[in-house]
Every structure is written in C-alpha cells, then in structure tokens.
C-alpha cells in the first residue's frame, strides 16, 4: 500500500509543507503566537512530523530562515564575487548603481513579497536565533558590499561606524519599498501584493534615488 507523502509525517513533502506554513504563520503572529497543534493543523499534517523533523517549533522556525538564507545567499555571494573581479577597471560608483539594482531585483521577487518581508521585518524588530542565520547568510554580505563601494567611492575606511550608519542609510529606499506596500496601496490605489508591473516601477525609483546618492556622494568625496 502506497504511502501518502502529505500524511507521512517522515517524508520530505510534510516537512517542506511545515516549513511553507510556518512562513505564513510565523509572520503573522510571530512565534510566541503559533502553536504546535496550528501548525500542523494549518498545514495539514500529522502534529508528530514537528519533532520528526525539526525537534520542535523553533526547529520550525530555524529551518524558514535556512530556506530563505539558501534561496538568497547564493545570488548574494554571485554579486560579491563579480563586481570584486570588476574593481580594479570599472568606476566604482557604476558598480554600486549595478549592485543596488541587482540587490533590489533579488529582494522584490514576486514570491518574496508577502511572508517573507513579514518574517524579515519580524526579526528586525524581535531577533531571534534566526536572524544570526539570516544575518550570516545574505544580510551582512550584501551590507558589506555596499558600504566596501561606498568607502571606495568617499575615500573613507570601511567597517567604521560612520560607514556603516551611511551604507545602512543608502539601502533606505529598499527597506521602504520593502516595508512601505500599505501607504501605496492608499497613495497610488496599488494592491498590497504589488505585481511585476508595479515591481519594476520601484526597481526603477530605486536605482533613480540610487543615482542621486551616489552623485553625492562623489560630490562630498571631492
């Protein structure tokens, strides 16, 4: 008799519908307000594949931040590595308009747009033992790319405060566009779960704000 692999709590088709659920769910409620038994009954699985797989619900919760640090990561570690191989010929500030652009169109994929600001926002606001993972995985590596470009083009050190505080600030726009859905939907009548169309319209103010710091901040730099 064929198993099912939803209700099979030991196959990998329950636990990746564990770990899709609990993007949705954690982000709602955050993970003191989500329970085992919600999770498993939201999901449509047998309450014993949390521990099978994961230990717990924070094993839950650890593994989203996995997955997210998996799909992001690479495409971070790519960036780093080719606008590196570039640094010696190019103009720096290019690269940085280039590396903010790239950085945008990997945050405003389609399918991150809902759960995952939500968890990302969460752990800004409450970190958690994920955020070391999230924060290890694509969050410092893209920070540090930005603000090495930065430093290249102020002629400043980098890793100082002052670096750190000005590359935080450069990435605004992508944490406002990130976070800011609501007040388009009122401003604009755009929907919260903004489409392509709309994605490529802040992808392109974006990279126009982007233009404008960088002008700065060459000005600033003399």
Known sequence: MQTNPLTDPRSEATRQRLID???????????????????????????????YHFGGKEGVYLAIAEQIAASVGPQVNALQKNIHSRLNHEA?????LECTIKLAEIAF??????????????????????????????????????????????????????NILLTQA??????GFACGKALLNKRLNWPIELTD?????????VAHCSRATIAGLMLNAG
Not at 22 to 34: C, E, I, P, S
Not at 117 to 146: K, M, N, S, V, Y
């Open 21 to 51: 659920t609990g993007l949705m769910l954690f982000g709602h409620y955050g993970f003191d307000g989500v329970t085992t038994r919600q999770l498993a009954t939201t999901a449509q699985v047998n309450q014993a594949a949390i521990p």
């Open 92 to 96: 720096p500030q290019n690269l940085l």
């Open 109 to 162: 994929t389609p399918e991150h747009q809902s759960s995952w600001f939500i968890f990302l926002t969460r752990e800004q606001f409450h970190p958690t033992a994920a955020f070391t993972i999230l924060q290890r995985g694509f969050i410092e590596p893209a920070h540090q790319l930005i603000g090495e470009l930065i430093a290249i083009i102020t002629k400043t050190p980098i890793n100082t405060e002052e």
């Open 170 to 175: 450069y990435l605004g726009p992508l944490v």
């Open 197 to 205: 169309i709309e994605w490529r319209q802040v992808i392109a103010t």
